[in-house]
């Protein structure tokens, strides 16, 4: 079983920052990929970053350059830092991690980007 508690969202001004955090307990983390998700009202949850056990980081194209995804392995957490946030990031971010056949799921934090 895993949990993961997602932080760090709120309201912020186009061109502003975010960190967000995902605190991760209930099994060995730092073998597993950790995963960013998204969904917006009204759209499908999509996949905004990956970042491996080992390290290797993925972005989807919608936030590459802007998004950094990172870990820290020491405190089972994993962030995801966001600079020039625009309006269209509006969305509820999810951290999520899969185990064997289980897919794991925090409760989502809100990141409205608006002016």
């Known amino acids: 079983q895993v949990q993961l508690v997602e932080s760090g969202g709120g309201l912020v001004q186009p061109g502003g920052s975010l960190r967000l955090s995902c605190a991760a307990s209930g099994s060995i983390f730092s073998i597993y990929a950790m995963n960013w998700y998204r969904q917006a009202p009204g759209k499908q949850r999509e996949l905004v970053a990956i970042i491996t056990g080992g390290g290797s980081r993925t972005y989807a194209d919608s936030v590459k350059g802007r998004f950094t995804i990172s870990r820290d392995n020491a405190k089972n957490t994993v962030y995801l830092q966001m600079n020039n946030l625009k309006p269209e990031d509006t969305a509820v971010y999810y951290c999520?991690?899969?185990?064997?056949?289980?897919?794991?799921w925090g409760q989502g934090t809100q990141v409205t980007v608006s002016s």
């Open positions: 999520n991690t899969v185990r064997g056949e289980f897919h794991y």
